[in-house]
């Protein structure tokens, strides 16, 4: 549901369902189940409990059964570019604006076979969405490790940030918390309709940062959706892509479908000029992670050489390229 960006709410009943069920003792389940009383517990409406009695009767949901027959990619072209990603370095817990536990994020990237996921939560100024304060944010990267902990090595929750580019194209987060993650996504969230001269210097002025490592969403724009539609940003992409390649930064290619940023035209300019490219997710639930789909399409339409695309690469690769410039 998540993945094909169904309604929020609708979805957010199965997973307080799954909450509720979780923590109780399989013959409880079984027996409300079996006594029709599961409505009886908090969050557990008449869809959700005919979901669960169903599975307890070895019986494939009707809901999951229609949704799987219709779970193919979700975009044609990418799929080759697709199998060599290896990771994703823009995702959102609960802890910002995402709507799932960091666990819940990595179990889901590891299922997809990520490498690595790099958790990046917005930073303090965006309070809309909950920024981490760098109390919050050294909280946070306390968890990490002992998520890391569990996970055996084989997959990588890695330490990020999705820092907001202030007007003055600073970064909001402080230099000492900055230099404690692995990988920091820079992104405009306000502002955006600022004049092009001032826009430019700002987003140059962040590229520029040495924490600086992937330039998210750089256009603001979005296309579709239930947030509406919002024109791009205007500034000299050109000084900003030539500011990308010198300083090893990479350009987001977000992949939610609503953004498809940046633009074509823009995508083959920093193509042109030489940049590295990043295929994200920007995923606020679990079954958003598998957007990635949109991008490698988008990437490969564009003709962009794989091995320019640091989410092919692997994870010591990976760090080494994000920790250069420090
Ligand atoms: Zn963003
Ligand atoms: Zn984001």
Known sequence: MERQREETRRIEAFRKAARTILPLPEEE???RAADGT??????IGPSTAA???DACNGVVPERLVKLEATAGPLARGGEELRARLRGDLHSHSDWSDGGSPLEEMAMTAMELGHDYLVLTD???RLRVANGLSAERLARQLGVVD???EHLGGSFTLLKGIEVDILDDGSLDQTAEML???DVRVASVHSKLKMDAAPMTRRMVAAVRNPHTNVLGHCTGRLVTGNRGVRPQSQFDAKAVFTACAEEGVAVEINSRPERRDPPTRLLELARDLGCLFSIDSDAHAPGQLD????GAARATEAGIDPDRIVTTWERDRLLDW?????
């Open 29 to 31: 389940v079984r027996r």
């Open 38 to 43: 599961l409505t009886e517990l908090t969050g």
């Open 51 to 53: 979901a669960i009695t």
């Open 122 to 124: 917005h930073s303090p």
């Open 146 to 148: 002992a998520v890391n």
């Open 179 to 181: 230099g404690r993650l």
């Open 291 to 294: 957007m990635l789909d949109y």
């Open 322 to 326: 994000a920790a250069a410039r420090l």
